[in-house]
């Protein structure tokens, strides 16, 4: 799913900026920059997700549940990223060759999605089925207790502290989900966000411990378990996007980036907690979960549109942005490479672009210098929207007399029409 993102920010963005539809690089159309943003914000999340779950592992943790999450999440990103990369390229997508560098992508995402645990079954069994008997503080102690049959104090005991963490989860929820009315992004979009995910944790928490209200029904509770892991999930992405930030936040604009990918992880919070609420099983659970978490109704939406074209623009230009989210992608040192002259091309396609801009606005003609610079872009913008072809067919000439028909529905059809009328 990483190497998906970053190869659809790489080859994806800088085929939009080469690519010209009525005189106009794509990348500048609204319906294309909708499917960029995407990209870039899907390969900011996966790339963080993969950054600190490798920090986790190098501190000699072994988180089985974040595993679960990160194939889970990684896989599923990474299938959207390469669709909408699909959505992009349209026909140099789809002629196979040499020259088509996301095919083979789009062709193995199945792969990755069904293997090494199903996804579907990850997210509806595994994540919350797993994490809440090993995240919970005493539910663990609490089945222990139960198997040992006859130990009735150490089971009120922690079945006391059961509730009494629900109590204080509740105080929590409520708590922090009034504070942040009072908050405003500003400037300090990572500070805002903290606080943002902050809440949606107590939420989580407080949702969890209703959760338990099913007993052992919520094993077989999948629609409710696959909800209960979206939010887990989102909240394991969005402290990640948080902290990949503020390794990173010297690169310029990476804030706009942040900004996207975290509103889609609270959005998408927000849809399954109500979700949850909406669906609860248990009389009045339901509505106390809402009442609870969102009692005044959604409060997330997702990134609006001029983040949307920022970040759309940041990926299909050389920016820092572009070269942090593309980092350690094989391009071939080979000149007729498809990557390698995507790679060169978005720096001189933008240069040549602007150019052009100067000359239509000051009403000239390209200077010397100038049109050096456009003729280099408009050859290497030729060589790049060309599509594969092929003089035979697997060894042989596809206009032999192999490839003509030699068969006809006419006779069979003549045939049933006879025995139809005998009859």
């Known amino acids: 799913g990483v190497a998906a993102a970053r190869l659809c920010t790489l080859g994806v963005g800088g085929y939009a900026r080469v690519r010209k539809q009525f005189k106009v ?107 809440l008997t090993r995240s919970h503080p005493h539910l663990l102690h609490l089945i222990k207790a139960i198997q040992d049959g006859d130990n009735m104090d150490g089971f009120n005991s922690e079945l006391k502290s059961v509730i009494a963490h629900a109590v204080s989860n509740l105080g929590r929820s409520v708590s922090r989900g009034l504070a942040v009315q009072f908050q405003f992004k500003g400037s300090d979009v990572s500070a805002y966000y903290e606080s943002q995910l902050a809440r949606l944790t107590a939420n989580f ?131 007729n490479d498809r990557l390698n002259q995507i790679s060169r091309a978005v720096a001189v396609a933008t240069k040549a672009d602007a150019m052009l801009a100067a000359c239509r606005r000051e009403r000239r003609q390209p200077t010397g210098e100038e049109q050096k610079v456009i003729d280099e872009a408009e050859e290497l913008r030729e060589q790049i929207i060309q599509v594969d072809s092929f003089e035979t067919l697997s060894g042989k000439d596809h206009r032999a007399d192999w490839m003509q028909a030699n068969w006809s529905v006419g006779p069979r059809a003549t045939t049933d029409a006879a025995s139809a009328s005998a009859h």
């Not at 950054?51 to 990684?74: D, Q, W």
């Not at 959005?267 to 399954?272: C, D, L, M, P, V």
């Open 205 to 335: 928490a407080f949702c969890s411990d209703i959760g338990l209200t099913l007993g052992g029904g919520l094993k077989t509770a999948e629609f409710l378990s696959g909800r209960y892991a979206d939010v887990l999930s989102n909240l394991y992405m969005g402290y990640a996007c948080l902290w990949y930030y503020e390794k990173n936040k010297h690169v310029k604009d990476l804030d706009k980036v942040l900004d996207m990918a975290m509103a889609q992880h609270c959005y998408k919070i927000q849809e399954a907690i109500l979700g949850l609420s909406s669906n609860f099983p248990v009389p009045l659970m339901g509505p106390v979960m809402r009442a609870v978490t969102f009692p005044r109704g959604r409060e997330y939406g997702p990134a609006s549109d001029k983040t949307k074209r920022a970040v759309s623009q940041l990926i299909t230009t050389p920016t820092e942005v572009r070269a942090l989210l593309t980092q350690n992608v094989f391009v071939s040192k080979n000149a």
């Open 25 to 131: 690089p794509i990348a500048s159309m609204e319906g294309v920059q909708e499917k960029l943003a995407n990209i870039g914000a899907i390969t900011f999340q996966v790339s963080a997700a993969q950054a600190m779950f490798n920090a986790v592992l190098a501190n000699g943790e072994k988180p089985p549940v974040l595993s679960a999450i990160m194939k889970h999440e990684c896989t599923e990103l990474g299938r959207i990223a390469t669709n909408e990369g699909m959505d992009v390229v349209g026909g140099a997508g789809i002629s196979l060759g040499p020259s088509n560098f996301l095919a083979p992508c789009y062709v193995n995402t199945p792969v990755s999605i069904t293997v090494e645990g199903a996804n579907a079954l990850t997210r509806s069994l595994i994540i919350f089925g797993q994490g």
